[in-house]
Structures are given as C-alpha cells and as structure tokens.
C-alpha cells in the first residue's frame, strides 16, 4: 500500500527573502523514492508527497566470517556474538560467511526518527534560540505547531517541546488557530481559513490585483510580498500631488523600500498621486487600512521634503570637504581621498571639463540627510541635487549614473562623461583594494570588487570606449595607491614589481580579475563558445570592440569545412614546436626546401599573408582556412624532423612563421576540435 | 474615543493581567526602554521576570524643534518584558492591540523581519517591526545576548511606541494633536520640552564640557567596576553597588548621543566611543550576572 505524506512546520513569521531557500533544501528531502512537492508561507513550512511504501524492503545482509582454517571453534564464537547457531554460517571458499535477513522497517518510524534532524539541520541566514538557551534547540524563528502525517497516522516525535501532530491554525485574524487536517483536505482547510497555501496563486493573485489598480510591475517587490502575505489582496490609495515635486526617484524609494507599495504612472515615467498596497487580509470594506496608509505615507513624504530642504542649505561643491571625515577605506584614506584619485583618473582617462567637475562632486552626497535616510539612491541624489543647484546638465547626469550598472542586467551610463565617470570610480575602487592585497575570494568579496570589474567591461564593450585593457591598466596600475598606512618592505617589494616578473604583482593579479570577467561577459552574457573567447583573447586584448570584431568573425568563419581542420593542425603546429624548444631565429631559407608541399605551403603562406593584410577580420580569417589544403598535403609528405639539421630548422621556421602570422586574430590552438578530448 | 493616558491605562491593565510587574519610568536619561536596568540587567541569569512600564526616551538627533508632526527628540515607549516568553506570545501582543479598541479583522497586521542590535550595550536580538495598516508600531524582539552574555531565558521583549499607537487611535496626523486627556493635546504637555532641547542638544549643549563629563562618568564606572573585582568579602561583594555602576553607563551613554547630535564626533572616532561604553555596560553586566550568581549560592 502506498502513502501520502503530509509535514507542515508550523512558526512565527519567517524573514520572505530566506523561504526560497528553505524550500530548495527541503525539496532535496529523502522520502523513500516519492517526489516532495515543498510551499510555504511566512508562518508555515510545508513538505507534500505521494506514493510513499509503509515499509522499506527487506535486505540480505551478508557477514563475512573467520577463515575456515581457524576451526571451528572460531566459527562458533563468532556465530555467538552475531547471535546465531553455528548451523547458520556457510563455508564460502576460504572463509565463512553469515548471510543474515534484514527485515526492512516501518516507514513512519525512520521519518519519526530523521524528521527533526532533517527540520533543524536546514541552513539558514541567521538562527536563533527561544528554548533552553544557547544549547536549546536553533531554528530562524521559534516552532509553534507541526503536522506530521503518513497516511492516516501521525509521524510522532518532537522538537523543542512541540508535539507533532495533526493540527494546523489558519490566517491570524481570519482563521480558526485549531484546525485538524488529513493529507487529503490540508490545502482546502487551509484555504476556508484564509490561508492561500501555494506561493504561485498568491503570486498569481497580487499580480493580477495590482495590475487591475493600474500598478507599475516590481518584480522584486512581488517576489516579498508573496512571501510576507497569507492571503494577499491590493488596495489603492492616493496621496497629494503637491508631493510630485519631490524627484519621483525618492518618491518611489519610499514607497517601496520603506512602505513596500507598487508605483503608479499616469503615463510612461511620470508619477500619478497614487499607490497600490498589498494587505495580508482578504479585504478592507470600510477603507480603515486604506486610509492608515494614507496616513504613513504622507508622514514618509514629509520626512524626504524635510531631508531635501535642509539638504539645499549647502551645496555639493560646498561639501566636498567635508568628505574628509566619510571613510572609504581605513587603509585607503577618506572619500576627499578617492574623490582625488577619481578625478585625476577621469584626466587621465580624457574626460573632459565636465567629467571632472562631476568627479569632483559625485562623492558629495553622502553626507546629505537624505542619502544617510535611502542609502540605495547614492548618486542618484547626488545628480538630482546637482541639477537642481543649476550644474550642467553633463555633470549631473554623469554623477546620477556613476554607479551604474549595478548588474549585468542594468544599462551602462549613458553619456559619455558618466562612462569615464563610472570608469575611473570603479577602477579606483578596485586598484585600491588589489594594492591592499583585498581581492576577493569565493564567496567572500565585502567591497563587491566582482560586480565593480564586471561594470567595468561592461561599459568598455557597450560604450564602444577606445580604451585598451592594457592601456586602462597602466594608467590605474596598483602602484598608483598612496595607501594611508605606510607600505610594509613586503608592499614595496611587490609593488616595486621586485617579486614576480613584468607587472607589479597587484596589477597581474587585478588584470587576471579583468580578464576572469572579460571572458565571463563574452560567454554567459554574449553567448560566445568558450574556446572561441579564449582563442581571441590568447592573441591579445586590445579594445574590447575589437575583441568581439574578431570574435565575430571566428564565430562567423568556424562552421566553414576547412576550419576545424585547420585549428587542428595549428595545434600540431604548435606542439611540434613546443617539442622542439624551437628557437625563432632563423630566416626561412628557400633554397633548403626538399619536398614540394614544402614550396607551394610557402607559396600559398604569401598569398594568403598578402590577401589578409588590410583585410576584415572575417576575409582574413577565411584566407587563413583557404591554407587548409596544402597544410594537409605539408603533414601528409613532409617529415619535419629530417635528418640534415638545417632543413629540419628551415621546416620549423615555415611552422612558426605560418603560426605567428595567423595568430593576430584569434590563437587557433585554443579551439577545441572533435579531436579533442577535452 | 480613549485618550492617550486611558489608552495607558488600558495596556498598563492588560499586562497587569498577564502576571506582570507594572514600574515606573527609570529615572536616567535613557535612548530607549531597552536600556533600564528593568530590561538591561533582569534578562541576565536565570530568574523569570515579567514587568512593564513606560520609558520616556531621549535620542537628540531625532529632535525637530517641535516642527515634524512625527519625530520626536523624546517619546514615550511602552516596554513590557516577558522572561522566559511564553509560547502564545504573538497573540498575547495582538490581544493587547484588541484591548486597546483595534478591531485586527478589520486592518492589515504584518510581522516584517528587523533584527535588533545595540553596539553600545553589546545586546542583540531577532524579531520583526509589527506593521499596523503600514504603520510600524511596535518593535518584537526575543533578546539573544545582552551585555555581551548569552541569554539562558531568552526574554520577548515589547517595545509600543506610544505617540504612533495614539496618532493611529486617535486618527490624527501630527503627535501634537493628540488628546492627552480630556481638552489637553500632547502639544500643551511636551511641545516646550521639544522646541528647548532641540535648541540645547543641536546649538548650546558644550562640547567641550560634554567631553569631560563623559570621560569623568566613564571614570566614575570603571573605577566602581574595579573596586567589586578586587573585593574578596562575600557580604560587601552581595551589597556591591552594582546597580549606581550601570548609572554611569546610561550617563555615559546619553552623554553620546548628546555629542553626536553636536556633530561633534568624527566618523573615525565614532567607533572609538561606541566601543568605550560597551566596554563599560559589558563589564556591569558581568559583575550584575556575578552578583546574582552569589546571591544565589
């Protein structure tokens, strides 16, 4: 007979970011082959199955015993401390063997047995304690109830003092806070009680309610309130026009972050006087909470007036020293520091006259009352104040985009000044914290340098900038930090570039990191192959249009039948060469050549030399497959390691010329063939 | 319509009817009810306790003149204290909402996470902020460290902010429209103390002079806190003036948020303090802990 199967972990509201996850790990649940089906809501945590066996199989269990040639007498001992007459072991070859019958145990006493363990062994964020004190039993909020049901039986045990059994409660104001429950009717009772069990339909639900009220679509905000609510319902409400004057960035900052209410537009990007609330309740027919809302509202929008009246009392130029007292980093000094360093960049970056001055006033609003009170709008006030103190346009605009982008998904600045702007601030960021030795590592990057690289190649391929990497990385090289802290003899070492070749070591390790994200952009977010970025990347970086140009042509010229052949023999070419530690200093000397596929692959070496000179990417590249042919023919009837020294040489050189010269676009020995293995 | 004192009343009742001990106010200046020796020192160790009462709490940064009809540089907190917290605690704190006239059928109550954490009291908690129709109006916390000690009971800990709670009941949209009692509104009661201490706290407390009391309360705490480490004798450690040791603290404490409302703290020395009184309230609370612990033995 097979078993439905039913837990419900019953608690105090559980943090709406943390349940995804709980859900994850509790779909990962062992229920003896059935498939659980997970939802919750803040105050319940519920796992579902079918088709669970009442028993788990019996098994045979086999024992291996004493040699036979120990005797009897061993055999029998260890027959008695397995519990069983000698009669019962065989002789299996040398040895005796006990072939014992596991019966296979009730399925509702091995969950009764693994169900806490499973329930308190989820990770989460952040537990706490409410039992026992500090050894008491952790969980992220206390348990209050727990269903547990196989079938028709209860799964008996208990956590925390918390009996399991067959009792849920309903929504707190509007269910019963008793209600008994079969595996069959949980989600209906559930549901008469004002309890909408799946996250989808309450998804579902707000979504449609607010889109009926004319709300703009948040989906962040959606995802919170499908797990802050048990029975959602939207309501609307209004408020004065008069606030409209405030920037609409800050009236929506308050609405959502602090109020968690959906924006309205009368018309694409302009604020109506309204909002969109989603109460946890099934309706507000006197319009108490509606105008409740109203009311914090209001109150909320007078506080951000407040913060930007006072905030005009002095300007942003007028604060930049007082970002002398707003640390950025201990060892990298204050803001009016990297505010410094930002703006001589931006120089040496060719901003113009109006990148600089907002390089100068882009750190500016972090001290004003209204960034200290919406920590997320940072920059965006800072451009909105600058606008509104009569800066120009450029400026304010390039301080108001200079985060951007704060993902892969969000645009890049998008002027000119504001790319230079985001350019230098985010550099600075990240050769200061590399020349600190702060690089991140696995999960652990506090000065989120990942997404401030990943910003940086962001823009430099979408904002068609002409920097070269190399060229980025010279003007913000690591040795350019004058760190607050003296440097160690070890810093100076490295930064002397005294320990490593080439680059200091933090400028190796930082164009690493760009690379690392370079390679990221073109694969995950522009879909190119993997070796095919590799390939063109391993011929150099230059600009980053120039890398997807060349990209572009690979990925172009690749299907074509002479291709992948060819890439295969450059690879031989290049091992060939590698085996031979050979030395590119000879001239190719024609007179040396023996055979003729000899000749006619320098022949058509030139030709194809001349035809890719000047020529697109894409021609050149299929110039160089054109050679496939007579490479073959070459490997077919040439035996590189001839005897006589000087025409073994000689064929090395026509290997390595043929090699360097059609390297420039994309190393084709980075491509991965069907010969591959890899 | 209950006014804000029968409002009182009718929480002060419903306490009382849950087995707790009703206080009054401390009488030093305090940031927040959390701070009284009533919550502070009577989570520690391992006695039940249940008390409430209403804390006025200073936090002069927060003064607007009397000009902001909701921020306020002092409100009253109603704080109850619930040691060890019973299971049906979140009803309990709804039912006390019932009691006060909030029919919840017919409003939206929603627990929103806001983990509670002092740096300068090395206290922390897990809780939510108890939105009421999108109104915050209460702060739920089950107290996990405090004073730097791990809780045995771990205490609920409710905080009812009183102005917001009334504003609500009352309908009105400004703190000093309240009905304080029968034809007195919340402005004839408090809105001098608003208007001079905003005066004082923002342009004429002195600088200087506040930073020499606060070095000379530190002084005063820390030389208390050595004096009970160095005495031997059972009797004078059990009648150790623990108790005027956390005095200091409180001074101290609010002597800080006097500096900071000055603008006269940096953010690099900000750290600095805060750490100086920590050390100050870890420390009482571990001679109050120790004191108890010898009470008892």
């Known amino acids: 007979m097979s078993l439905d199967f039913l837990l419900e972990i019953g608690t105090e509201e559980i943090p709406h970011w943390m349940i995804p996850g709980a859900l994850a790990q509790l779909a990962k649940m062992d229920l003896f082959g059935a498939a659980p089906e997970v939802d919750a809501t803040p105050r319940r945590l519920v796992v579902r199955a079918k088709g669970l066996p009442e028993r788990t199989p019996d098994q045979e269990q086999v024992v291996k015993g004493p040699p036979v040639s120990a005797g009897e007498k061993a055999a029998a001992g260890f027959a008695k401390k397995q519990g069983v007459e000698l009669s019962a072991m065989t002789k299996v070859g040398d040895y005796y063997e006990l072939r014992k019958q596991v019966p296979g145990r009730a399925v509702l006493d091995l969950l009764a047995e693994s169900l806490p363990q499973t329930i308190l062994g989820l990770q989460w964020p952040k537990t706490m304690f409410w039992t026992g004190g500090k050894t008491g039993p952790r969980f992220i909020r206390p348990i209050r109830w727990i269903v547990a049901l196989l079938g028709a039986d209860v799964i008996p045990f208990a956590i925390a003092g918390v009996k399991s059994g067959s009792v849920t409660k309903g929504h707190r104001k509007l269910g019963s806070s008793s209600i008994a429950v079969t595996t069959v009717n949980y989600e209906s009772e559930l549901r008469k009680n004002f309890v909408i069990l799946s996250s989808e339909e309450r998804r579902r639900k707000i979504e449609t309610e607010v889109g009926a009220l004319g709300a703009k679509f948040d989906h962040e905000l959606l995802e919170t309130l499908t797990f802050i609510t048990e029975y959602p319902t939207a309501i609307k409400g209004g408020f004065d026009p008069a606030y409209l004057a405030l920037p609409a960035e800050v009236l929506t900052m308050v609405m959502r972050h602090h109020q968690k209410y959906f924006s309205v537009e009368s018309e694409p990007g302009k604020l109506a006087p309204h909002f969109v609330a989603v109460m946890n309740t099934s309706g507000d027919p006197e319009g108490l909470v509606q105008r409740g809302n109203e009311r914090v509202l209001k109150a909320r929008f007078n506080d951000a007036r407040f913060f930007f009246d006072v905030d005009q009392q002095k300007t942003l130029v007028d604060r930049v020293p007082d970002l002398a007292h707003v640390t950025f980093q201990a060892k990298l000094g204050s803001y009016l520091e990297k505010t410094n360093r930002v703006v001589t960049l931006v120089e040496e970056l060719g901003g113009n006259a109006h990148a600089r001055r907002a390089a100068l006033l882009c750190k500016c609003d972090l001290p004003t009352e209204m960034v200290k009170e919406f920590t997320d709008l940072q920059g965006i006030v800072g451009g909105l104040y600058a606008r509104h103190q009569g800066e120009p346009e450029e400026v304010a605009r390039a301080i108001y985009d200079h985060y951007k982008p704060l993902s892969m998904e969000d645009s890049i600045p998008s002027t000119h000044e504001g790319q230079i702007l985001a350019l230098a601030d985010k550099l600075d960021t990240l050769r200061g914290c590399f020349a600190i030795g702060l690089i991140p590592s696995g999960s652990k990057d506090p000065f989120a340098l990942r997404r401030a690289a990943q910003g940086v190649v962001k823009i430099l391929a979408e904002g068609g900038s002409a920097l070269a990497l190399e060229l980025l990385l010279e003007v913000a090289s690591t040795a350019q930090v004058q760190t607050v802290r003296p440097p160690s003899q070890s810093d100076t070492l490295v930064a002397t570039g005294i320990v490593g070749g080439g680059l200091p070591l933090p400028d190796r390790q930082l164009k690493e990191f760009l690379l690392d994200r370079i390679k990221y952009y073109f694969r995950e977010i522009r879909g190119y192959k993997y070796d095919e970025v590799n390939a063109v990347l391993a011929s150099g970086c230059g600009t980053l249009a120039d890398v997807e140009a060349r990209l572009t042509a690979l990925a172009a010229v690749r299907p074509t039948e002479n291709f992948e052949p060819l890439a295969a023999s450059f690879k031989r070419i290049s091992n060939i060469l590698k085996q031979a530690a050979f030395d590119p200093s000879t001239v190719l000397d024609d007179a040396l050549f023996e055979e003729a596929a000899e000749s006619d692959l320098h022949i058509e070496f030139e030709r194809v030399r001349t035809m890719a000179r000047g020529a697109s990417y894409q021609k050149a590249l299929e110039a160089v497959a054109s050679l496939r042919p007579k490479v073959d023919t070459f490997f077919d009837t040439v035996l590189v390691n001839a005897k006589d020294e000087r025409v073994r040489i000689n064929r090395l050189t026509l290997l390595h010329n043929l090699l360097t010269e059609f390297s420039t676009i994309a190393d084709f020995s980075e491509i991965v063939t069907s010969g591959d293995t890899k | ?297």
């Open chain 2, 1 to 297: 319509m209950d006014t804000f004192q029968q409002t009182l009343f009718k929480l002060k009742r419903y306490w009382d009817e849950r087995g707790a001990i009703i206080q009054e106010p401390y009488d030093v200046e305090v940031g927040a009810g959390t701070m009284c020796p009533e919550t502070f020192l009577r989570v520690l160790g391992p006695k039940p306790y249940r008390v409430a009462y209403v804390q006025p709490s200073r936090r002069p940064a927060d003064g607007r003149y009397g000009e902001n009809p909701n921020r306020l540089y002092k409100h009253q907190q109603l704080q109850v204290i619930l040691k060890p917290s019973p299971d049906d605690v979140l009803d309990q704190y709804l039912g006390s909402l019932e009691a006060i006239g909030i029919d919840l059928a017919k409003h939206d109550i929603k627990f929103e996470e806001d983990n509670w954490e002092s740096p300068t009291l090395g206290a922390w908690g897990i809780g939510w902020q108890v939105m009421l129709d999108g109104l915050e109006i209460t702060q739920f916390t089950y107290f996990q460290q405090c004073g730097g000690i791990d809780l045995e009971l771990v205490p609920a800990e409710i905080t009812y902010g009183l102005e917001r709670l009334t504003a609500f009941l009352q309908g009105v949209e400004s703190v000093y429209d309240i009905q304080w009692t029968r034809g007195v509104k919340y402005a004839d009661v408090r809105l001098a103390d608003e208007q001079q201490f905003s005066v004082y706290n923002f342009e004429m407390a002195n600088v200087d002079r506040l930073w020499r009391l606060l070095g000379e309360h530190e002084a005063e705490c820390k030389e208390l806190l050595a004096k009970y480490d160095a005495e031997k004798d059972p009797v004078k450690k059990s009648r150790f003036p623990v108790l005027p040791t956390y005095d200091q603290v409180l001074k101290c404490s609010n002597l800080f948020n006097l500096l900071d409302a000055r603008g006269a703290i940096s953010v690099t020395e900000r750290v600095g303090v805060i750490k100086r009184v920590r050390d100050l309230a870890v420390g009482t609370a571990r001679i109050w802990a120790d004191q108890q612990g010898g009470a008892a033995a």
